[in-house]
């Protein structure tokens, strides 16, 4: 790698906010000799056009020796991240590379066939004349040949080990802050009538232990390999055939990992296993029967050495969230003096992304009935706050989401709400940023990957603290073990991913309200993982003044024919706030705090 070159590889004409400091803070981290280092680059700075400067950088062909590893990886978990890549002028040099079921086969009679079920491998020995005019294999034959290959992390990943994209000089990771998660999911490994093909087939025992799981997951791979080798034996598959084939090689190597890591006595992973009930209850007290099956990691180094560090020379990681360098470094593997942390100045104005509290009541699984109703009122006002300007809600959960649409449309605002489901939130998402109707988006798990910039939207709430589900085994564990900061610290960095969606340029604005009071208790017990831009945004919170509960005006600009309907449900709630949110903007954030108990008490919810 030549850091010297980061100047000239850097992809714009001219730089904008903190860029040019950016880049030589990154050339001197590498210069020193750390192998990897992290960009916390908030929102808008620009992290694509650092991330090629430093792709740029890797060795060349013509640079070393034969066997020297040339070229750079850029990859990121979000594939709206990479859909942005392939789309930007300016980073026309990454070649893009996708999975096959992302791609449709060219033959003829194939045409809404996905590649990964196409005759190439649905026909043993077939020989394919236009293979050369593959999309897929045209894609990867470029990116593989490329001074730069971009990908998302679940592909890299997948790739490991691979002959055709081998270790390369840079690897370069954008939104890097989770992937101690990220990789503790592509390692988790679950076992049920819906990820093994003949499940209904299997005797699942009860198991009772990891050492147990162990021994049951060798015996499944070697089932699962005799009835791959019974489909390979056949001349033609049907793409049902296919798709088993492909999960059963996929099964074999996942059950095969964790039986190999897990028997190693030096690799530094625990695992966990979840067991549910099974369906079938008459099984003999002699051989209990088990249900599903999910196995998990914890801390996967070893699965990330494998995945991610054996697959470059030196490492940039990118992300506006990477709170804390030493707790970061010890949860994906990394010696934390190999490792340099650049920060990048936030630029854009404090006064322009405001946060506000208007809090009313916490959100917990047991306190959420009597809270709910009082959010819902809230985001009445709100709307009658922004008559003409779209606002996002982040309901956290489908059950928040439900709750909350059936309230407002109640109150008779409803036909300013728009919703989605887990099958059609993209085009639910994509229909509401198009319209010009200053509608409302009730979202689930859209903290992340999302640009609203300028009118798109103007305004959000966020309804519940994004806590951990401790009902999940692997979060259990760790806070058994004391692991509160980390809690904490991962909630917080998902609030302020959240922050960022409505604010994306110098000149942009928007407001993000704070619904539940658990996130203004967050903010006191993370102070410390907070990075400074984002506590200046804390330090300057207050509690706005709002207009009063009133549906009607609520509706604002919306130009639709439904007013009636919706005035009529209007007349069902009252016109007063009934002393539900009346606290003023000068009621001490002290009083709340002397009123918290446990820690779990606070974040206690297993409804996920």
């Known amino acids: 790698m030549n850091p010297e070159r980061l100047f000239e590889e850097f992809p714009a004409p001219s730089y904008r906010g903190a860029q040019e400091q950016a880049l030589r803070d990154i050339r001197d981290a590498f210069t020193a000799g750390n192998d990897v280092v992290l960009v916390r680059a908030p929102t808008g700075s620009g992290k694509s056009l650092l991330a090629r400067a430093v792709a740029g950088c890797a060795r060349r062909a013509d640079e070393g020796d034969p066997s020297d590893a040339t070229g750079a990886y850029y990859t990121t978990p979000q594939v709206s991240q990479l859909d942005d890549v392939a789309t930007d002028d300016l980073l026309a040099d990454l070649n893009v590379i996708r999975g096959k079921s992302n791609y449709t086969c060219i033959l003829p009679d194939e045409r809404e066939t996905p590649v990964n079920q196409a005759p190439c491998v649905r026909e043993r020995g077939y ?144 695992w966990l296993v979840d067991q549910s009930e099974p369906r079938d209850r008459d099984a003999s007290e002699d051989d209990p029967a088990g249900g599903p099956l999910t196995i998990k990691p914890m801390n996967p180094e070893k699965y990330l050495q494998h995945t991610v560090w054996d697959r470059g020379n030196k490492f940039a990681l990118l992300s506006a969230t990477i709170l804390n360098k030493a707790a970061f470094c010890r949860q994906v593997g990394l010696e934390p003096e190999r490792v340099a942390l650049v920060d990048v100045e936030h630029t854009f104005p404090v006064e322009n992304r405001p946060l506000y509290d208007v809090t009313q009541g ?18 009445v006002r709100l709307m009658a706050h922004h008559p003409d300007e779209k606002g996002l809600i982040h309901a956290h959960s489908y059950d928040i989401q439900e709750r909350l649409a059936d309230l407002l449309v109640d109150f008779g605002v ?45 305004w959000q709430v966020l309804c519940k603290a994004p806590f951990l589900n401790t009902g999940d085994s692997r979060v259990a564990h760790r806070l058994e073990e004391g692991q509160w900061a980390w809690y904490y610290r991962t909630t917080l960095r998902t609030v302020i991913q959240a922050c960022g969606r409505v604010v994306r340029a110098p000149d942009d604005y928007g407001a993000t309200y704070l619904a539940d009071s658990s996130l203004v208790d967050l903010f006191e017990r993370a102070r410390t993982d907070m990075p400074d831009w984002f506590a200046a945004q804390v330090d300057r919170m207050e509690r706005p003044e709002l207009p009063a509960f009133d549906p009607q005006a609520a509706l604002g600009g919306a130009t ?49």
């Open 127 to 270: 020989d394919c004349a236009v293979k050369h005019r593959c999309p897929y294999f045209s894609d990867r034959a470029i990116a593989s040949n490329r001074e730069i290959a971009a990908m998302t992390l679940a592909y890299f990943m997948q790739t490991a080990g691979s002959e055709v994209f081998r270790k390369r000089d840079v690897v370069v990771v954008d939104e890097a802050h989770g992937l101690a998660e990220w990789a503790e999911m592509y390692a988790t490994i679950q076992l049920g009538p819906r990820t093994v093909p003949f499940w209904d087939e299997l005797r699942v025992p009860e198991v009772d232990s990891v050492e147990r799981a162990a021994r049951y997951a060798d015996n499944l791979a070697g089932t699962c390999e005799r009835r791959k080798d019974e489909l390979l034996a056949q001349e033609t598959l049907s793409p049902a055939d296919v798709r088993e084939r492909d999960r059963l090689q996929e099964l074999i190597g996942e059950l095969e990992w964790f039986v190999s890591d897990y028997r190693d006595p030096q690799s530094p992973t625990t």
């Open 362 to 379: 916490k959100m917990t699984y047991e306190q959420r009935d009597e809270t709910t109703p009082k959010i819902a009122r809230t985001i």
């Open 414 to 458: 409803g036909e300013r709400i728009r919703t989605h489901d887990r099958d059609g939130r993209d085009a639910a998402l994509e229909a509401w940023k198009a319209s010009d109707e200053p509608d409302v988006f009730l979202s689930v798990k859209m903290e992340e990957a999302l640009d609203l910039k300028g009118d798109l939207c103007r």
């Open 560 to 608: 639709r024919t439904a007013r009636s309907e919706g005035a009529s449900r209007s007349s069902r709630a009252s016109e007063a706030d009934a002393g539900h949110d009346d606290r003023t903007s000068s009621r001490s954030r002290r009083s709340r705090r002397s009123s918290r108990s446990s820690p779990l008490a606070d974040v206690w919810d297993t409804d996920e």
